[in-house]
């Protein structure tokens, strides 16, 4: 498994902007599809983008499409998730997974690695 840490999470206000890094380390980084999920206070864990290895394919739910953009420094071994128009729904724990399989990215599931998430707050 790989160590992944997120960071960069806080409180914004609505129409605002944030990115999300997220830091892996233990194993080779781009062996790894990368996947960002998120959880607000009562609700289950959705997906919301993902990027292939070499970051060629990104994936995005409809509710953030056109607002946010995942990319991967595989030199870096990071993988960010810049957020802007934010709205007060999109409050939440963002956690980024990782998993070496390639098709049922939408799934939390496929992922074997997790952070431990950081939090984002947007006000209206």
């Known amino acids: 498994q790989v160590q992944l840490v997120e960071s960069g999470g806080g409180l914004v206000q609505a129409g605002g902007s944030l990115r999300l890094s997220c830091a892996a380390s233990?194993?080779?980084?781009?062996?790894?599809?990368m996947g960002w999920f998120r959880q607000a206070p009562g609700k289950e864990r959705e997906f919301v983008s993902a990027?292939?290895?070499?970051?060629?394919?990104?994936y995005y739910a409809d509710s953030v499409k056109g607002r946010f953009t995942i990319s991967r420094e595989n030199a870096k071994n990071t993988v960010y998730l810049q957020m802007n128009s934010l709205k007060p729904e999109d409050t939440a724990g963002y956690y980024c997974?990782?998993?070496?399989?390639?098709?049922?990215?939408?799934?939390?599931?496929?992922?074997?690695?997790w952070g431990q998430g950081t939090t984002v707050t947007v006000s209206s």
């Open positions: 990027i292939s290895t070499y970051g060629i394919t990104r």
């Open positions: 997974a990782a998993s070496k399989v390639l098709t049922g990215l939408k799934s939390g599931s496929t992922y074997d690695s």
């Open positions: 233990g194993r080779t980084f781009s062996d790894y599809v």
